[in-house]
């Protein structure tokens, strides 16, 4: 009898001082197992689950709406096992309505913020929202699929802003600058051209790769009326779209289901669609959902107890703990599996520690092999983790079917992005030559390269090509456009567009994942703002009367994409391929670059194709190798079938121009 007192009397001493309990650091606290944080719905009941293992106590807070002072009830929470609280209540008193947790921690209760696995909220995303996901599915949902794809190396993505593509008058859009914008066919500029998607479906791409659309701080959704720009790195609710691309950002089904029409859309124009994500730091710190719900815990700091800044947005997350790790897992596989998206590019990936990102890898893919996944193998600044820890670029190989972009490339092509006035190898800057070379073969290990001449990397980074992301521009800094106009202030207009064709060409060349900014098939300029992140709609978005003013422009990009997609010898799947079918051949000087796709490469039709590059400044006349060769591209015209007569033994290859050769 006194055993069993003595039982019940411990089990209760422990009870109560579970509130009062302490670890000795952020890594001791406990991990919980399941998959269900957040809120359950069953018939009767909405159970709702927050991790807070220090939290002294917890409310949930009922409200009506997502934006008013119309507060229901307030429930309190009670303490489960591993760090997890949970409150039971009646389906009816919370099913389509909005909620926030608030916790008590050393005797103070800090603000009141929305559920951090939110997958609904209100305006400005303040409050979460108790809904039914099965109830947002726009018809045939359920038949949507993924559009075909056999290997990474035939994606094209097209990166673009949801906003830019349909915002400009000339779109000829009617929800301009919302997700339904880019459900809608037939749409036409000024001119009669087509835009929006079905320019991106007629241009060829393979994939769209939407800048970040989950729930960001910076536009207030309650002022859609006046005008409001921002790129959407400052995440505020991972796991909800973007309210200001809605038609309704009150009601926290709308953007749900528009989201969801707009990948459906995508899809059925044979287009997948990549999601930028940011889980690398949040908009906000001391104040930010994280951190006012379980204080510290998903943020590194450094050495004097600061928040670690690798992002240079204010914090870095905390990767590397289990339930950060959890947590971006988890938010995934809801993007996944909710909305059907096809890959992820990953926001300074290599803030992220190696393991996290494996273990996204291999999520991904267990739900389906073609899931592409990539990122920036870089950081912004200093870290706590050590770099042979994160998913840095020089880490590639220990990452699994996770790509990086290649700056070697990108700087070696038109110069550093750091340095406006640099010029690179199209506009004839010398000494690049290795660098354009190390791009050609997806940064992989080849031996015509003399990595000691490469820019920024002294060995081979990627194991295969398809973990290279092959591009010359993006969001970030100046549009490859703006960027040659500065560099080559004395150039005019003809000269600037053919140094903008041979660096879009090599990039649609090379091996790797090809990688294109929206507006470049038209030269897409943004008045040389470098950082146009929160400037205007002036700025950013896309005109698209440039569609027809540079007609010619957009013929050869899109020709050019197809090409790429017709012969398989430029989209190689290993390196012991290119390491044999692809061959560079002497040339005399430093600013031209000639190789060879040989025998047939990667099953292609054409026994050989011949890739001549001349980045300088005059023509130049260049061996050809033995044998008739044709002429398939010029930089002005492609024709699969040939350019007039065959050539041999050499050819003139005129200044800042490729020219593209076949032997049958």
Known sequence: MKSAVFTLLSIYLLTACQSEMKYKSLDDYPVYKGNDLGFSLDKEQVIFKLWSPEAEEVKLNIYRTGHEDDLISTKKLSRKRSGVWVSEVDKSEVFEKYY???????????????????VAVGANGLRSMVIDLYQTDPAGWSEDERPPLSNFNEIIIYEMHIRDLTIHESSGVRLKGKYLGLTESGTKSNEGLSTALDHIKDLGVTHVHLLPTFDHRSIDETRLDEPQYNWGYDPLNYNVPEGSFSTNPYDGDVRIKEFKQ???????AGIRVILDV???????TEDSNFNQLVPDYYYRKNALGEFSDASACGNETASEREMMRKYILNSVKHWIEEYHLDG????????????????????????DPSIFIYGEGWKAGNSPLADSTLALKVNTSKLKAVAAFTDDLRDGLKGSVFREE????????????????????????????????????????????????????CHD????????????????????????????????????????????????????????????????????????EYQKEHDYYKALIQLRKDHPAFRMTSTPDIQKHLVFLDTPTDNSITYILKDH????????????LNGGERSKTLSLPKGNWTLVSDMNTIDENGLGKTRKNSISLPAHTAFILKQD
């Open 100 to 118: 926030t947790y608030q916790i008590k921690w050393k005797d103070k209760w800090l603000e009141e913020k929305p559920d951090p696995y939110a």
């Open 262 to 268: 707009m990948v459906q859309s995508f899809h059925e």
């Open 278 to 284: 940011v889980y690398n730091h949040t908009g906000q």
């Open 344 to 367: 992820f590019r990953f926001d300074l990936m290599g803030i992220h520690d190696i393991e996290t990102m494996n273990a996204v890898s291999d999520l991904a893919h267990s739900i």
């Open 422 to 473: 640099e010029r690179g190898f199209v506009s004839g800057e010398k000494g690049l030559k290795e660098s354009i070379k190390f791009g050609i073969v997806a940064s992989t290990e080849h031996p015509h390269v003399n990595y000691k001449s490469v820019n920024y990397s002294s060995a081979p980074w990627s194991p295969t090509p398809a973990q290279t992301i092959s591009y010359v521009s």
């Open 477 to 548: 800094n100046h549009t490859l456009f703006d960027k040659l106009s500065i560099s080559v202030p004395e150039a005019n207009e003809a000269t600037i567009s053919k140094m903008h064709r041979l660096a879009e060409t090599i990039i649609l060349t090379s091996q790797g994942v090809a990688f294109l900014h929206a507006g470049m098939e038209m030269l897409r300029t943004k008045n040389g703002v470098e950082n146009s992140f929160e400037s205007p709609d002036e700025i950013n978005q896309i005109d698209w009367s440039r569609k027809a």
């Open 601 to 612: 490469a990667n099953g292609d039709e054409w026994k050989n194709i011949l890739v001549m």
